[in-house]
């Protein structure tokens, strides 16, 4: 059975904290992404991995960065968090470039003070 | 523009009803289109893929109309646990393998 994990399902922090959201995915794909999900947006792409050390910038990168030491493990930093990083972020991995199935995680819910 | 329009709803329809949600997508190059559901709380899950020919899951079907750059979803005899939010995604891995959700349309199938 197919799994993505992320490290926590739910989150405070301050604003101006540093924040590392873990994903860790156990089927040998190399392709990993970060979505947040806010209401009335939907799932909006910040980074995505296509392989270890390889990052490309989603649509909403700015505040965030992110890190891919191995294929199964994707982080999602935010820097210096505000109140508007406040949202759902969602992982998924995808095996290639042809395949029809994203496996997500099932999120953590951010809350920044 | 954005890259995938969806009627966010809601539509509630009584048990055994059919039901249609469209989607617009902007991007004509577009290869791969998907429908997933995303229950309250939950991580979206794909439902079914979308083929150019259109294809059928059970009483679910789903069709492309690349002309007019939409796809649809029919349910048929709705269910109670239909109820959910149903997200149109598109991709065109051609160039960077990037998927674009649709804001997703909500379903509420009443007893």
């Known amino acids: 059975d197919v799994k993505v994990t992320q490290s926590s399902r739910y989150l405070v922090k301050r604003t101006g904290e540093k924040v590392f959201l873990e994903c860790v995915q156990d089927?040998?794909?190399?392709?990993m992404f970060w979505y947040r999900q806010d209401p009335g947006l939907g799932l909006r792409l910040i980074y995505f991995?296509?392989?270890?050390?390889?990052?490309e910038k989603g649509d909403i990168p700015e505040g965030y960065s992110v890190s891919r030491e191995k294929k199964e493990r994707f982080s999602l930093i935010l820097e210096s968090a505000s109140t508007n990083q406040t949202s759902m972020y969602l992982c998924?991995?995808?095996?290639?470039?042809?395949?029809?199935?994203?496996?997500f995680g099932p999120g953590t819910r951010l809350t920044v003070l | 523009r954005k890259e995938v329009e969806q009627d966010p709803g809601p539509f509630n329809v009584p048990e055994g009803a059919t039901v249609a949600f469209n989607c617009t997508y902007s991007?004509?190059?577009?290869?791969?289109f998907f429908w997933y559901r995303q229950d309250c709380r939950k991580e979206p899950k794909l439902l079914m893929s979308v083929y150019s020919s259109g294809n059928e899951d059970g009483r679910f079907t789903a069709q492309l109309n690349r002309a007019s750059q939409y796809i649809s979803l029919l349910i048929r005899d709705s269910k109670l646990s239909d109820s959910a939010t149903y997200l149109c995604?598109?991709?065109?891995?051609?160039?960077?393998?990037?998927?674009?959700f649709g804001t997703g349309t909500s379903l509420t199938v009443i007893p």
């Open positions: 995604v598109v991709n065109n891995y051609l160039t960077g393998n990037q998927f674009y």
């Open positions: 991007n004509s190059a577009s290869q791969s």
């Open positions: 089927m040998d794909h190399e392709n």
């Open positions: 998924a991995s995808t095996h290639g470039q042809l395949t029809d199935t994203q496996y």
């Open positions: 991995s296509y392989d270890v050390k390889m990052k």
